[in-house]
């Protein structure tokens, strides 16, 4: 069985996950628009989150103009929550400056993870930080709800 929002889908295994979901939301202070964009991926071989970002970044450094990184972190959580291991990066696309946010959490199923970004045309402020932080900081995929 496999749920989305508007149905229960009986399909056949195995199923590899590679959904996405965009939500679009208005920055408060500015009014301009950006995405929270989700979507699934998994670890290749024994590749750890850390590991996975190099590559991504490595990827994006070769697809993309003027890649920058901008600040990379991890957060340590309570409790056997997961840490939120977080990059902010800048990139020119299709001619705009890209601004994004972006973390890899591991769910329940070994090896796939939960890619969520943040998407704006102008840099990150106080606006997508608080949005990000009460999307971001109570969730832990592999946690079952």
């Given at each position: 069985m496999?749920?989305?929002?508007?149905a229960d889908l009986v399909l056949p295994e195995p199923l590899k996950d590679r959904s996405v979901n965009v939500l679009s939301f208005v920055e408060p202070d500015t009014q301009v628009p950006f995405q929270i964009v989700i979507n699934r991926d998994e670890l290749l071989g024994d590749e750890s989150i850390e590991q996975c970002f190099d590559r991504q970044i490595g990827?994006?450094?070769r697809h993309v103009k003027q890649f920058k990184l901008v600040r990379r972190s991890v957060t340590e959580r309570e409790g056997s929550m997961q840490p939120i291991h977080m990059i902010t990066t800048s990139f020119v696309q299709a001619?705009?400056?890209?601004?994004?946010?972006?973390?890899?959490?591991?769910?329940?199923?070994?090896?796939?993870?939960l890619v969520i970004t943040l998407a704006s045309a102008i840099p990150i402020n106080e606006g997508h930080?608080?949005?990000?932080?009460?999307?971001?900081?109570?969730l832990d995929p592999r946690i079952a709800s």
């Open positions: 496999y749920r989305i929002p508007e990827l994006l450094t001619g705009k400056l890209q601004h994004q946010l972006q973390t890899m959490l591991q769910t329940t199923k070994p090896r796939q993870l930080q608080r949005l990000w932080s009460q999307l971001i900081m109570p």
